[in-house]
């Protein structure tokens, strides 16, 4: 079962829109409750085949963190370039232009 923290967290990426991302930080502080840090273990609790769109949260550089067990962040910036959302040379995306701001 999952903690109600994780809960909360899964349910506020749930909202993020296509084309869209979220950073740990911004999710936390929605929340309230947590930090950037829990926000990444619960993501990274989410498993790869949810219709819980963990893809769409990144760090606060705008870029993807390395999961644990593999080739997770190859699949994550392939669904968000699907998504339309564009990379530098630095493997960031641009926060002004694709943060979700909640709407």
């Known amino acids: 079962m999952k903690s109600p923290i994780y809960q909360q ?3 506020i990426i749930r909202l993020i829109p296509c084309g869209k991302v979220a950073t740990y930080g911004q ?14 273990y ?3 609790a989410i498993p790869i085949d949810s219709d819980i769109p963990w893809h769409r949260v990144i760090n606060f ?8 067990g593999g080739s997770g ?3 994550q910036r392939e669904l968000l370039e699907a998504e339309g959302v564009r990379f530098d040379q630095k493997g960031r995306t641009d926060l002004e232009h694709y943060r979700w701001r909640g709407e």
């Open 73 to 75: 962040e190859t699949l």
């Open 42 to 44: 619960a993501a990274a």
């Open 61 to 68: 550089q705008g870029a993807i963190s390395a999961r644990s």
């Open 9 to 11: 967290i899964h349910q």
């Open 27 to 40: 999710i936390a502080e929605i929340t309230g409750s947590c930090t950037a840090r829990m926000v990444g």
